[in-house]
T-cell receptor, first 115, second 114 residues
Framework: RKEVEQDPGPFNVPEGATVAFNCTYS??????FFWYRQDCRKEPKLLMS???SGNEDGRFTAQLNRASQYISLLIRDSKLSDSATYLC????????????????FGKGTLLTVNP | SAVISQKPSRDICQRGTSLTIQCQVD?????MFWYRQQPGQSLTLIAT?????????ESGFVIDKFPISRPNLTFSTLTVSNMSPEDSSIYLC???????????FGNGTRLTVT
């Protein structure tokens, strides 16, 4: 099983659509989880952290299922500007500040929102 | 979040030469890391840059090829030594501030080796 595995994509959706990305991780001891967004030829930027209780930020909802080692990102009412690669990121080690903090990145899922 | 300045932003180098990439942060940070992103791939961790001591390298990366310095809590360098075309990639500096916080990235160095 890959350490962090994402939907391969690509996703092509019309404006206003709802789209969901899924991600699984292999290490049950993983401590923290994130979704990053990467625009073409740019560095990754944090979209949101993922909390155990699930969390929402505007049109974006992230959920974590520790039992299934599964993370999801839901984008509602998608905009043209949402077009990007979405990276699922897992801290496979312990807390940062310790010697085993290690963010592992999924391969990313490319989303294109069409007018 | 911290402002991370990475330079150069891009370079074209001849095989066999070396390039040093600098990463400067506008505030002290606990953790600094160097990642590589090869064309069409996701990010791969090269090493953790440890302040005042040798970097901690991931499997497949060695100090002779990727020497790293971190003299203080705001600055680090990564050198890509004896370059070959396979080293053509984007190299990214990232920083973290502790706890279970996420990392933030510099704007990357796009390296092409001819």
């Amino acid at each position: 099983r890959k350490e962090v595995e994402q939907d391969p994509g690509p996703f092509n959706v019309p404006e206003g659509a709802t789209v969901a990305f899924n991600c699984t991780y292999s290490n049950s001891a993983s401590q923290s989880f994130f979704w990053y967004r990467q625009d073409c030829r740019k560095e990754p930027k944090l979209l949101m952290s993922v909390y155990s209780s699930g969390n929402e930020d505007g049109r974006f909802t992230a959920q974590l299922n520790r039992a299934s080692q599964y993370i999801s990102l839901l984008i509602r009412d998608s905009k043209l500007s949402d077009s990007a690669t979405y990276l699922c990121v897992v801290n496979m080690g312990g807390n940062s500040g310790g010697s085993n903090y290690k963010l592992t990145f999924g391969k990313g899922t490319l989303l294109t929102v069409n007018p | 979040s911290a402002v991370i300045s990475q330079k150069p932003s891009r370079d074209i180098c001849q095989r066999g030469t070396s390039l040093t990439i600098q990463c400067q942060v506008d505030s002290q940070v606990t953790m600094m890391f160097w990642y590589r992103q090869q064309p069409g791939q996701s990010l791969t961790l090269i090493a953790t840059a440890n302040q005042g001591s040798e970097a901690t390298y991931e499997s497949g990366f060695v100090i002779d090829k990727f020497p790293i310095s971190r003299p203080n809590l705001t600055f680090s360098t990564l050198t890509v030594s004896n370059m070959s075309p396979e080293d053509s990639s984007i190299y990214l500096c990232s920083v973290g501030v502790g706890g279970n916080s996420p990392l933030h990235f510099g704007n990357g160095t796009r390296l092409t080796v001819t």
